[in-house]
């Protein structure tokens, strides 16, 4: 993927409205990329640098490159109302109305949530985990019971008596 990226980097370098960069996050770069949420690399983000998302897309030059072609550069927000749909600048314009101590609260409570989402899924997956390995044990314990049973030694006779027969 370095090879792809390196390329996109120099394709899009000096473009008035688009930056493509790589962060180093194990040094100077680590505050970014907490802030980020950056949680394994190679980890890539796009879009407004104060509210970045997660891209999804293919690794590829060719992926990247038509990504970036048809979803970088000016989007929404308060600097590009031009750009924003009704309902979103109507949004914006709410937000521009309130004071800063209000909208801060009002940040803290929406990531609380995100946050609130994140640790919910985790807990889920743990029980899952548990579940998984509570299934498997008494799957194991089950099989080796049947084995224990004659299993093995009803299907020598099985066969036995089988070569029996055919012999005669």
Same mark, same amino acid.
């Given at each position: 993927?370095?090879?792809?990226?390196?390329?996109?980097?120099?394709?899009?370098?000096?473009?008035? /409205?688009?930056?493509?960069?790589?962060?180093?996050?194990?040094?100077?770069?680590?505050?970014?990329?907490?802030? /980020?949420?950056?949680?394994?690399? +190679?980890?890539?983000?796009?879009?407004? +640098?104060?509210?970045?998302?997660?891209?999804?897309?293919?690794?590829? !030059?060719? !992926?990247?490159?038509?990504?970036?072609?048809?979803?970088?550069? +000016?989007?929404?927000?308060?600097?590009?109302?031009?750009?924003?749909?009704?309902?979103?600048?109507?949004?914006?314009?709410?937000?521009?109305?309130?004071?800063? !101590?209000?909208?801060?609260?009002?940040?803290?409570?929406?990531?609380?949530?995100?946050?609130?989402?994140?640790?919910?899924?985790?807990?889920?997956?743990?029980?899952?985990?548990?579940?998984?390995?509570?299934?498997?044990?008494?799957?194991?314990?089950?099989?080796?019971?049947?084995?224990? /049973?004659?299993?093995?030694?009803?299907?020598?006779?099985?066969?036995?008596?089988?070569?029996?027969? !055919?012999?005669?």
């Amino acid at each position: 993927m370095k090879p792809a990226w390196d390329q996109l980097m120099k394709d899009f370098d000096g473009h008035a /409205s688009v930056l493509i960069a790589d962060v180093d996050c194990t040094t100077e770069g680590k505050s970014l990329c907490d802030e /980020s949420g950056v949680q394994g690399f +190679p980890t890539i983000k796009y879009g407004d +640098p104060n509210d970045m998302q997660d891209y999804q897309g293919g690794r590829d !030059a060719d !992926a990247l490159t038509k990504f970036a072609k048809e979803n970088l550069g +000016p989007s929404c927000g308060p600097d590009n109302l031009d750009l924003c749909a009704a309902d979103k600048k109507k949004q914006i314009d709410e937000f521009l109305a309130l004071p800063i !101590a209000d909208l801060t609260s009002k940040i803290k409570e929406k990531e609380d949530e995100s946050a609130k989402a994140d640790k919910d899924l985790e807990e889920l997956l743990k029980s899952l985990q548990a579940q998984y390995e509570a299934g498997t044990k008494a799957k194991d314990t089950k099989k080796e019971e049947i084995k224990e /049973s004659g299993l093995g030694l009803m299907k020598s006779v099985q066969a036995h008596r089988k070569k029996a027969k !055919a012999e005669l």
